[in-house]
């Protein structure tokens, strides 16, 4: 929910995909003056839902912000990028994923913002594979006069019904990273699929929805949005397939609508007695509010959920970010 009672500050999101950082950062008073993505999908479902947003469809490697003035000295950079490969014994700097990260540290020396937020995977953080990239990247802030910080969150710390952990860099001007303090977990216990999910669930009078959300009795594991170039949607690899699983969920596919009066249920069969989730529960499961919208077919919807990084989490980083930043003189 946004907080109304907050001053607006500015953001510039790089790579903004289906908007889940973008939301979450506007909850937390940051609004974003462009937002770029090379896929027109995404583009189509930020327009979708924030018609009054500037959105760019192009690629942050092509993006010169002498040609956005309106990007200089904004708030906040934002950027969640695409995943490196957190498989590889080493980090190449030729890797897709490797030359965006770099090319939005070195917006930095066009926007000058006054904070910057990246969020990939875990392994970025820590991992002796991308020790080089980290140098990189602390050289680069070293020399624009900013000081920066790592650390991994997971989302079902943060009220996400998901198993999912967010490798995350922040950086600020001058001494202001001392103020910034990580967020912390939520009090209240992670939500469950069962709980997440038991009323969509129920929503086409299902009979059996309250005995499989009763079962469903932890959170899910970490949603993959896949390849854009092949394949077809379901919920990830086989570990994650097992997992679901057992929570009498079939992993392979995604639903076009929730079980009807008549779907038979027997969880003692294989996928033919397992419910398969929806679009929209996946976005739930990914902390996106009930009216957010997907363009685009199915597989295309789901990838961008899969991909998107959970609002809650980008809200609560906002909050974080925000709190440390000096007042404008």
Excluded at 54 to 75: A, G, I, K, M, S
Aim: charged fraction near 20%; hydrophobic fraction near 45%; glycine fraction near 10%.
């Amino acid at each position: 929910m946004e907080d109304s009672r907050l001053e607006r500050l500015s953001c510039l999101a790089v790579c903004a995909g289906a908007g889940g950082l973008a939301l979450g950062l506007e909850q937390a008073g940051f609004d974003p003056v462009l937002l770029l993505d090379n896929r027109p999908v995404a583009c189509e479902t930020l327009r979708l839902n924030r018609p009054r947003w500037n959105v760019l469809e192009t690629d942050v490697l092509d993006f010169d912000p002498v040609d956005h003035q309106v990007t200089y000295d904004v708030d906040l950079l934002a950027a969640g990028l695409p995943r490196v490969k957190a498989g590889a014994a080493v980090a190449r700097v030729d890797d897709e994923e490797i030359r965006v990260l770099a090319a939005t540290i070195m917006l930095m020396h066009g926007v000058r913002p006054r904070a910057l937020l990246v969020e990939n995977v875990p392994d970025l953080v820590s991992k002796p594979a991308f020790e080089p990239v980290r140098a990189y990247i602390a050289a680069e802030l070293q020399h624009l006069g900013y000081r920066h910080h790592w650390f991994v969150l997971n989302a079902m710390d943060h009220g996400v019904p998901q198993d999912r952990k967010q490798g995350i860099l922040v950086a600020l001007k001058g001494d202001a990273i001392e103020d910034f303090v990580v967020p912390t977990p939520d009090a209240k216990p992670p939500v469950t699929v069962g709980e997440a999910l038991g009323a969509s669930m129920a929503s086409r009078g299902w009979p059996h929805a309250a005995a499989w959300a009763a079962q469903a009795d932890r959170v899910a594991p970490t949603l993959v949005g896949g390849s854009w170039n092949r394949g077809g949607a379901d919920l990830g690899p086989t570990g994650s397939k097992r997992s679901w699983a057992r929570m009498r969920v079939n992993g392979g596919t995604v639903a076009d609508e929730p079980p009807g009066p008549d779907f038979p249920w027997e969880p003692s069969l294989d996928v033919k007695g397992m419910v398969s989730l929806t679009v929209e529960q996946a976005a739930r499961l990914q902390g996106f509010p009930g009216d957010w919208r997907f363009a685009g077919r199915k597989t295309a919807r789901y990838r961008q959920i899969g991909h998107a990084s959970p609002p809650p989490v980008g809200r609560a980083l906002g909050l974080a970010i925000r709190a440390a930043l000096p007042a404008r003189a």
